[in-house]
Structures are given as C-alpha cells and as structure tokens.
C-alpha cells in the first residue's frame, strides 16, 4: 500500500478535569511529548492544522497565539479546523494532504478542549440544544443523544435487540479503558450496572453516553521518506469521506438503523487502499454512544445488518476477538473532548501499530481504521493506517 502519509510522532494528555490550566498550557504539553517522540524540533514544522476550541475557551485567535507563543515561524499553512465532532478527524486529514500533496514536507494536527471549568447549562446551551433546525428540532427538546435514543428504538424494534445485548458495548468499552493509563473513566462495569444507570433518553442510560471531558492531542504527520529517515513511523494509507447532503430530519424517508454515510465513506477509504472491512485488525471509532458504535460497525463492513449486538455479547469486538472495536475504551469510558475526540483515535491507532498499546494491546495489529462522524448529522470521514515496515 502506497502511503499518503506517515505519523511520526504523538502525544496526549490523560483526558478528564484539567483544573486551573489553561489550553495554551495543555496545548503545549501534548504538542512537546509530540514532537519529542518524533524525534524532531519545532522549526521542522510546516503546517499547523488546529482544531477550533469550544466557544468558551479562553485564548481566541488560538492557533496564532500558539504560534507566537511557541516562536514556531509556519511556512505553509496555519489554520483552525470546525466540524462539529469531525473537527479531529478534518484537523488530521487537512495535515495527511499537505504533506500528501508536496505544500508541507513535516505538518502537525492538534487541539485541546477544557470544558469542564463551565457549568453543565452553559455546555448544553451553546454545545447540544441548537444543533438541529432551530426553528423545528429545538423548541421540542431534540439533542443529539435524544435522537441516538430513537436510533435505539427502533434497531430494537426492526432486530430484536435486547437492552442486555446493547449494554455489551459500554461494558466491553469500561473493559477495555481499565487498561488505558490515559482513560478518564476506568473502574470496570457490569451489564447490571449499565441497565441500572440513571436514565437520560430511553432506552440509553448514564452508562450508554460519554461524560464531559478534558483534553489535548498533538499528532505529527511527515513526508514518508522523512519518516523513513526517523526510524519510527506508522503510515496513512487510505481516506474517504461523505456527507448525505442532510440534517438529521430527511426530506425523504431514511433508515434509521444504519449511518450511509459510514457506509460510502468506508468503501472509498477501503478501495483507496485495496483492502476491504475483512483486512482491519481493529477499528477506533467515533461513537458517542453504544447504539452508534453497535451501528457503525455495521456501516462500515465489520458485521451484517442485525447482528451487531450479537457480536458484542459474542466478545468479537472485544481485545483478543476477531476484530476490537475502540481498544482505548471508547468514548464513553476513555472521555469525550468532542473537537478532539477523533485525534484521540488517531493517537490511540498509531500506539496499536507500534505496539506501544500495553495491557490492551492487538495481537499482531498491521492495520487499524478510525473514523470521525457526525452520526444522524449524517457525515463520516475514515482513515486507514498501517504498521510501518
């Protein structure tokens, strides 16, 4: 497989309550252990692609303060990435083809989120209730877990599942983020606990849904034969993205039970690289809850349409199953710093290929997937990576 790209160098910090320190100063930690695993310095660098901070962050202009407080001169690109929860996932992409493209020879992806030092009302306000159609979706209460919730519903409805079979997920995901030093969330669970949790929509509980978190990633992306020239070095081998041209609510009747979009995006970044679902050794999903994990993986391929939830209980998605699903815990139990959640993945999927994964680590990883996603705001975007040589 040809690479794109190849990842150099990654670092993050422990997502959870970052208290009394600000995001310049998070920022900075995750992108010194970053280029320090590189092996590189900063005047290698030629692009910086950041992920906008939430709205109350307090440094604006945050990608240009952070170039000047890091004295880092960029000579091809520095820009500040939205997507909603993409926004990972486009900071990545955006570095992979600089460097894909011959603008950058040494480009870095990062972003830091600290939400957790403002009162859960102001976060629902300006992160949850006006992200449908604010004439339409918003008076009536619709956020984005009460839309997974229907999700839920009606997978239930049209497969049988059962509560015990979704609660598979959150359990597998606690399991998995007990060995992950960088988990917010790491006392393990039982599927008692998950259907006793406190509800928020039914049928998802506490347990189904992530909590707020801190968090910074930094991830440096390189020329491959730069990457060569390091010694170590994970290569980006395929790409595909989509959007359904919807907002949640469809002008023409649409399945609930599956995402499109992960299903085109999937096939374009399967046949980017010439491989197919069968070939992945893990998957690092974005999923803010288990009824999009559980749907995902069979949007992109993993499993057939209804039998998802039996895979989960069946431990086929599980470290040591035939393909893990989220090795790092997953959103809801790793945490969730939603602009950056998906570099997250990215880091995690570069510590698989390294085997630099410990306790939790994918016997004989050689290719991983991860994906960035809108859900029922109807985008996907997938990357394909592959051990180095």
Not at 124 to 142: Q, T
Not at 158 to 187: C, F, W
Not at 310 to 332: F, H, N
Not at 343 to 353: G, I
């Amino acid at each position: 497989m040809e690479p794109l790209a190849s990842v150099v160098g990654i670092g993050a910090l422990p997502v959870g309550k970052h208290k009394d320190t600000l995001e310049h100063e998070m920022m900075l930690r995750a992108l010194v252990d970053a280029v320090t695993d590189a092996g590189i310095s900063k005047n290698d660098i030629d692009a910086l692609s950041f992920c906008l901070p939430r709205p109350y962050a307090e440094q604006r202009y945050f990608g240009t303060f952070m170039a000047g407080y890091l004295e880092i001169p960029v000579d091809d690109i520095l820009l500040e990435v939205l997507g909603n929860g993409m926004t990972g996932g486009l900071a990545f992409d955006i570095a992979v083809d600089r460097v894909a493209t011959g603008k950058a020879k040494v480009a870095v992806a990062l972003g830091v989120n600290r939400e957790l030092h403002v009162p859960t009302g102001e976060h629902m306000h300006l992160s949850m209730r006006a992200v449908g159609d604010v004439d339409f979706h918003v008076p009536f209460g619709v956020t984005p877990i009460s839309w997974y919730a229907l999700n839920a519903t009606r997978y239930m409805h049209d497969y049988g599942l059962t509560r015990e079979q979704l609660a598979a997920i959150p359990v597998k995901n606690r399991r998995h983020a007990s060995m992950n030093p960088i988990a917010q969330m790491r006392e393990e669970i039982t599927v008692e606990d998950v259907l006793a949790a406190r509800p928020i929509v039914r049928p998802l509980g506490l347990l189904d849904v992530p909590p707020r978190s801190d968090g910074a990633v930094a991830i440096v992306v390189a020329r491959p034969d730069i990457a060569r020239s390091l010694g170590r070095y994970v290569d980006v081998v395929g790409r595909g993205f989509y959007h359904e041209g919807i907002h949640q609510v469809s002008s023409r009747p649409r399945d609930l039970t599956t995402f499109e979009s992960a299903e085109i995006a999937s096939a374009k970044a399967y046949k980017s690289c010439g491989i197919t679902a069968a070939d992945l050794d893990f998957l690092e999903v974005y999923a803010p809850c288990s009824i999009v994990e559980l749907i995902l993986t069979e949007s992109v391929g993993l499993f057939e349409r209804g039998t998802g939830g039996i895979a989960a209980v069946d431990g086929q998605t599980a470290i040591g199953g035939r393909v893990p699903v989220s090795p790092s815990g997953g959103l809801a139990s790793r945490g969730h710093p939603p602009h950056v959640t998906p570099l997250y993945n990215v880091f995690e999927a570069v510590q698989q290929l390294r085997g630099e994964a410990g306790q939790r680590q994918v016997a004989g990883a050689g290719i991983g997937a991860v994906t960035a996603e809108l859900g029922d705001y109807n985008a996907t975007m997938m990357h394909v990576l592959s051990a180095g040589e």
